[in-house]
């Protein structure tokens, strides 16, 4: 009754693009209504036929996409819309329907998309896509329609460049091998007609991206060998190159580089075909005066072209574009400058920037961006240091990650320090992942001049966040926290407020707000994330006498410090990690003997939701019956240790109430699902 009025609604609000990650966007919910094998509609069949046809006439561009996605050859996803939960409107509606009622209803939408009244490239590039989906019939009359174009509409050389490349994907790579040999020459004469006269646009398939799919002709066997594939396609973009620098020079070279996202290939193909003569040189040169924007990547073909050539040949040209370029006019200077920052990191390239007078060496070293190019050992030092110099830690360590062990240990632990406590600074798009920062605290622990565990302990904690995942985790930091109770004692400080008016040592005050919410969050991660009881020993096991030391110390300090609750729970949380013993009860017999002498209600809460809590993400049975079984086995437990350890039996029955709650709740909620209508 509604669908009419609800397809004009969601039709005028596709019209308006929402460029965001929103999924169930206007448009979604239009496909989801009217999707052929789950139709979100009771409309019957024929009247959503109509209603499409409608839908064309009214919002032509909303509707091509709405009829095609109805034969996309790709995978889809169909979700059930809202329905009325009180009333019986959508009684029956919205499930999958019959393969007859799909099929006529897809079948409707290649009708309206095969006799469309304005294609374009677009429209007929999205029918060259789903060829496979439709009969042989159907495929001529998508070729039979593009040929009709081209001789009508006289399209653009852009036009027929991009009709033509989506010909080509999708009919003559190996997508396109099942179709039939008609279909084929076809789609040969399409290609053709609408070859380009433009070079740029003839040639532009070859450079839009980095990799360039080959026509299933041009590939002889199902398994080709990439490494000759690598040099066909080297080949045909060599000559294209080469023709396009004959014709249009410089500036067609220019234009390819700006249409495509290959400008660093364009520069390694031009310094084979330039050489290393005046051409070369002349080349660099207009290079280095262009305009860089985000659309106009010169400095990727600058790159390119630099980084392509021989040690020798490459200090060659640098000889010469210095004596053609520096001297006493600053704008000549900075393209001198520009031609050595888009140049190799290496001694090479340092031996021209250490001839440039000193603001200009370091303008170079604060905005050459760090690429990977093996540097040998004393050029990765050198990079350090000149980086660290100019406040670029991030820049750094993005320079000499990949060569790690090679770095002396002096170096590293600097490096880790200032990029700890600098910051990103200008180098902010550079992201790191833990696998790579985890890779340099195993590097230096290895070493034979590994830093001291103090200092392996304070390094931990400033990359807790990337280390705490690993299995490398937090060894020294751990181990200085199970050592030290005045450590954990000030780490509670740092994360909570005292519970009086008092005032903390200054030692323990940070007046930053900022820095202070940091060292607090780090703080917390650490305590959360500690797993070393205290009192262990080398062998493994738990020293109860020292465990019990340990916490009477923390205990006290923080009673003298205010935070005597908080303290415990925290306490209780790290015991919390105690495995179990080889008599099936947990925690390990040391612990609860420490627990016998120390323990108290407060460390009994942090440890029973210390517990609960690295249950984690499980899969479920039915309602509470995982639940139930946890219950059984601390009830067991507790059983086993009443006679020995009544402390600990106390904080087992108390967790096996806790999951007999679980249980109760989760046999509640899934009595009220079973019950619900949906």
């Known amino acids: 009754d509604y669908l009419p009025s609800v397809m004009r609604i969601l039709a005028r609000l596709s019209e308006v693009p929402i460029e965001d990650n929103w999924m169930n966007k206007p448009e979604n919910s239009l496909k989801s209504i009217f999707r052929s094998w789950m139709p979100q509609t009771a409309a019957p069949l024929e009247d959503r036929k109509r209603l499409l046809e409608e839908l064309t006439r009214q919002s032509p561009s909303i509707g091509w996409r709405l009829c095609i996605d109805q034969f996309d050859p790709h995978a889809t996803v169909g979700h059930y819309n809202y329905r009325p939960r009180w009333r019986n409107d959508a009684v029956g509606a919205g499930q999958p329907v019959l393969r007859s009622e799909m099929y006529g209803f897809v079948r409707k939408a290649l ?137 249009l020079n410089f500036e067609g070279v220019l234009e390819l580089c700006k249409q495509g996202e290959a400008s660093a290939v364009i520069g390694r193909i031009m310094t084979d075909l330039l050489g290393d003569g005046k051409a070369a040189i002349d080349f660099l040169v207009r290079l280095a005066g262009e305009e860089a924007s985000a659309e106009y990547p010169i400095d990727s073909c600058l790159m390119g072209f630099m980084y392509h050539p021989g040690p020798d040949d490459r200090r060659h040209r640098l000889v010469q574009v210095k004596a053609r370029l520096f001297g006493a006019d600053s704008k000549q200077n900075q393209k001198f400058l520009r031609v050595l920052k888009d140049s190799p990191l290496d001694s090479i390239t340092w031996q021209f920037v250490n001839e440039l007078p000193d603001d200009l060496q370091t303008r170079y ?174 062998d493994g096991k738990v020293d109860a006498e020292k465990l019990v030391e340990w916490i009477s110390e923390v205990r006290a300090l923080c009673k003298q410090h205010a935070r005597v609750t908080v303290g415990d729970h925290a306490i209780g949380e790290l015991l919390s990690k105690s495995e179990e013993d080889e008599d099936g009860v947990w925690p390990t017999e040391s612990v609860r003997r420490a627990l016998e002498r120390v323990g108290t209600k407060e460390i009994q809460v942090g440890m029973s939701i210390g517990l609960y809590n690295q249950r984690g993400a499980h899969f479920r049975s039915h309602g509470g019956d995982d639940e139930r079984g946890l219950a059984a086995k601390y009830r067991k437990m507790a059983k086993q240790a009443a006679i020995e350890f009544p402390f600990t039996a106390q904080l087992l029955q108390q967790i096996a109430r806790t999951y007999d709650r679980d249980a109760e709740w989760h046999d509640t909620e899934d009595d009220v699902r079973s019950r619900l209508p949906y």
């Open 365 to 538: 070293w604060t905005e050459v961006s760090p690429n990977w190019n093996r540097p040998t050992s004393e050029e990765l030092h050198e990079l350090i240091d000149r980086f660290l110099d100019v406040g670029r830690p991030v820049a750094a360590f993005a320079a000499i990650r990949f060569e790690v062990k090679e770095v002396r240990t002096f170096h590293l632990v600097r490096l880790l320090r200032e990029m700890a406590t600098k910051g990103p600074g200008p180098d902010k798009m550079y992201r790191f992942n833990s696998y790579e920062i985890t890779q340099v605290f195993k590097s230096l622990s290895d070493r034979a001049d590994a830093p001291s565990d103090s200092e392996m302990a304070q390094l931990e904690f400033l990359y807790l966040e990337a280390l705490r995942d690993d299995e490398y985790g937090i060894p020294h930091l751990e181990k200085d926290l199970a050592e030290s109770p005045l450590m954990f004692a000030q780490a509670i400080a740092m994360i909570y407020r005292r519970d009086d008016d008092g005032i903390d040592p200054p030692e323990w005050q940070v007046a930053d707000k900022e820095a202070a919410s940091s060292r607090a969050n780090q703080a917390y991660s650490l305590l959360h994330n500690a797993k070393r009881i205290p009192g262990t020993q080398d």
């Open 111 to 247: 009708d309206l998309a095969l006799s469309w009244n304005n294609h374009d490239e677009k429209t007929l590039g999205d029918l060259v896509e789903r060829l496979q989906q439709m009969s042989e019939a159907d495929q001529e009359k998508v070729w039979e329609s593009i040929i009709a174009w081209v001789r009508r509409n006289a399209p653009t050389d852009e036009q027929k460049a991009s009709l033509r490349e989506r010909i080509r994907v999708y009919a003559f790579t190996r997508r396109g091998r099942r179709l039939p040999s008609q279909i084929k020459n076809y789609a040969t004469e399409a290609q053709r007609l609408l070859e380009p006269s433009d070079l740029i646009a003839k040639y532009h398939w070859l450079f839009a991206k980095q990799w360039v799919e080959l026509s299933f002709d041009e590939i002889e066997t199902d398994a080709p060998d990439f490494q000759k594939r690598e040099e066909t396609v080297l080949k045909m973009r060599t000559d294209a190159l080469k023709e396009i620098w004959e014709s």
